[in-house]
Nanobody, 123 residues
């Protein structure tokens, strides 16, 4: 499975962005998809995850209520709608996929990763 993230950019605090992650290759099997981010000088952190059918989602406390993860399996694409952006949301955002149904916030559970898209939020 190959993943390509897009949609990042430079925005002001309080703005919104929508990230997309298109999957290609062997996408005919169920897989969990997630978003992680890494800010300069910090470790990668979990942002959100969504189950194969979209029925279950989890969020990091820092983004809960502001970010929404979704997916369109017909398009093999997942999305991350980010509202009320804050300067502390500045990071490279990575999409990830896992065939492990129990994958959640541990990056090690995800076998497939995109290259990342930069999100910069100015104050």
């Amino acid at each position: 499975v190959q993943l390509q993230a897009s949609g990042g950019g430079l925005v002001q605090a309080g703005s919104s962005l929508r990230l997309s992650c298109a999957a290609s290759g062997r996408t005919n099997s169920p897989y969990v998809m997630g978003w992680f981010r890494q800010a300069p000088g910090k470790e990668r952190e979990f942002v959100a995850t969504i189950s194969w059918n979209g029925g279950t989602t989890y969020y990091a406390d820092s983004v809960k209520g502001r970010f929404t993860i979704s997916r369109d399996n017909a398009k093999n694409t997942e999305y991350l709608q980010m509202n009320s952006l804050k300067p502390e949301d500045t990071a490279v955002y990575y999409c990830a996929a896992s065939r492990y149904a129990g994958a959640y916030r541990r990056g090690e559970d995800y076998a497939y990763w995109g290259l990342g898209t930069q999100v910069t939020v100015s104050s």
